[in-house]
């Protein structure tokens, strides 16, 4: 019923570096994401590339050190800190390199260097790039009308509405919504347990 | 459709799942639980029977009153919780329960249609309606039973046991409801409770300053309401007295004002079920059982559930209740109740029974008492023969002991036994036959008896005996070993025989047997025998004959033999040829026979005077030995008288003329009278 939560952690994967699939796989969740987060910082087109790579290397070479150990906090804590310091770097490296950008790359680091919330917001952002794999993944699962109770229940529609519009029983709106519900949340933890190693 | 989702609400999906709070459903529950109605109020909650649009069947919606006090919000969930653990099919089941920070807490439990215990009772007040309702109303208490002993095993005590929080459904299910005064005990000690905590204390409080008293009056147990003994599993105990009261009744065992119920309670001033309602006949057992289960005092109450209801089934049965206290003849009743054909079958035959073994007993007793009379006098006389018995056996033990001791003793003196018993029959034989034989006779037994293995003793023995003319004992001795000289032993057999126990034997049987002795005997033995002759017979003429034999034994060649012996003058008169041996010389020189005597072949017989003078005797010096007094040699062939001086008793000697040389004749002793002829 879910094509992941059989899979095994993609970071247990990761610790043999010689898996070429799990790399392509790992390639797969994680580079949609760094490129939304490093487009949202608005990185200049050109550095794009060489730090999506560069993230996507330092968390492969160090996933295998990641051991869950609790002080060093939550898979996508650390993530979000490689992200934002590997930016970081690349920009003042790009800094010395193109005397031309200086003043643009000066601004930008300026930008996520003041910006302390910076970490939490990539966070943020993970957490909804996991929960709209999710949606899409479900979606493809369910037909008919229980997509659509559970989509005006979360735009606040009561039960009695609901029913209305859809021409549902009562407690038909219900049941469906639950459903929803229940499949929504097990992919999201199907997905967690894949992409952030979470036991 | 995703795009349409907000930031925040994205998040919050994300949190939910991450967090996996069931709580989902719960921001909905006014969706889940609908078309609620009213049903009922307690002091705390409101019961609603709602629609479950989730599993689709109608439940009861309980909701806390009012849910701004703290404590009323604990006790409530509290209450809730409580019950859920109860898992039993006559305590109300908990379906779900709400958050405690829900706005409004709630619960859901199983709804229960048809009616209360208390309704029911309620309806059927009349006396007929009663009695027949009797066996249902102690079948349905029982389940009461079952599910209170239940909560008391899981350490949960209900507090407010009463009609009214027992539902009974339309198909007779039994259930309790209601726990919210039910209160965890501490299951190590069933009797005290958890300390209640002092919100719980207040509740209490609160409660009662509202006037509406927690439990009801009737149902309480007297320290529910002084507090004076801390609450137990016995309050229960006393509300499940109070209930049977009610429902064998149909009345509530109090009825007043509070005011009175309660001091009623706690003076225990209850009128029980037998006496308030005659009419009803409650039967004593039941009585008992609500008395003891509603006794002021805990520690007089059932200790268990299960113990009440084992009275109850023990009532059911047919058997007298431990609560009764009866006595012998109320349990021989119920029993009699219980087995009336029975009962009646075994009482008659009882009776035929007793009466005949009545009958044979006392027969039987006179032939017992006669028995044991006699047992006691044969007891009597086995004693005495034991003692007698063991007396023997000491005494057997005493001989044996001696015995071993006389045995090692004649061990060890063999050699001087052996001795003196050769003694006595080579020397001693002579002087005094009778008593020389008997020592050796005594001192030869017990060589015999200590060397039961050799022979020599027991065939010396028989030699013995035969010279003592006792032929049936030297018999016996010589088969003990038989030897293998047959003609030694078949005349002594043949003379065993012919002359038991006779002594002196006749004097041809002892003839015959010295003449077939003679034969390879040797010829001291006649000697021997004709000693002991002489001592034992008293007639000598008879012996002389004998002594005849014996010496014509001796001298073989004697021809023409004469022996004429006179007893009154002591003289033997000899006469014919070759008669030559009247004196032997014994010697023997080993270690137990060491003699050297002159055997007196004639010597049995007192002998003064002798004749020799028809004779050719020739051997002079053999004479001295004979101790003559008269001597006659005339016409022998003695010519000197050698060793005369020898001759100390002879006083006359008869001689021929010329027979003896002139010189030897003027040598002769003075006193000696030498007769020429």
Known sequence: MNNWQTRQSLIDRARDSNDQDAWEEFCKFYDPFITYILNLQHTPSALLDDVRQKVLIKLWQHLPHFNYNREL???????????????????????????????ILEHQLHTMQSNDTLEQSIEEDWKIYLTKKALEKITQRFRGKAMSVFELSMNHHSSEEIAKLLNLKKNTVYRLRQRVQLALREEIQALQQLLEGTP | MIDSFSREQLLNLFDQAENETAAVDLHHQNDRYLDKLFIAEGSMKRVYRAYDSVVDRHIAYAELK?????????????EAQLTAQLDHPNIISIYDISTSHAATPWFTMELKTGQTLAQQLQNSQQTQTILHSRPLRLEQFLKICDAIDYAHSKGIVHFDLKPENIQIGRHGEVVICDWGLGRMVSLDDHQDLIDADAEQLELYKDVTMTGKIKGTPGYMAPEQISGSQPKSYQTDIYALGAILYTMLCAAPPLSGDTKTMLDKTLQGDIVFPKQRFPELAIPESLNAVIRKSMSLNPCDRYQRVHQLQHELRQYLTGFSTQAENAGFLKELMFFYLRHRLICSISLISSLIVTLTVAIYQAHLNQTLTSLELAHERINHQVELIQKEKTNAQQALDMALQNKQWLNNLVL???DQL???????????????PIHAMNRAVHELTLLRDANPSKPFYSTQLGYVYSIMQKFPEAKDAYQQHPLNKPDIFAPIAKMAHLYSGQRPLPLDGLMDYLNSMSNGHHPLYCVRVLSYDAALRNNRSEHAKLVHVVLKIWNPNWTEDQFNYQPELQKLSLAGKNLNQLTYHHRSSSDVRNWDLTVNIIGSLPIRELDLSQTDYYDFASLQHLNLETL????????????IENFKSLRKLKLSKNQIPQNELTALPSQLEVEFF
Request: net charge positive; hydrophobic share 30%.
């Open chain 2, 66 to 78: 009012s849910s701004h006090c703290e404590i009323k919000r604990e006790a409530f969930l509290r």
């Open chain 1, 73 to 103: 906090g939550k898979f996508r804590t650390w993530m979000s800190r490689v992200i934002k310091h590997t930016l970081i770097d690349e920009l003042r490296l790009q800094q010395t390199r193109h005397i031309g950008l200086q003043s």
């Open chain 2, 418 to 432: 052996t001795k003196s018993v050769y003694d006595y029959c080579a020397i001693e034989i002579y002087k005094d």
């Open chain 2, 412 to 414: 060890d003196n063999q």
């Open chain 2, 632 to 643: 006659d040699i005339r016409n022998t062939n003695i010519h000197r008288l050698l060793n």
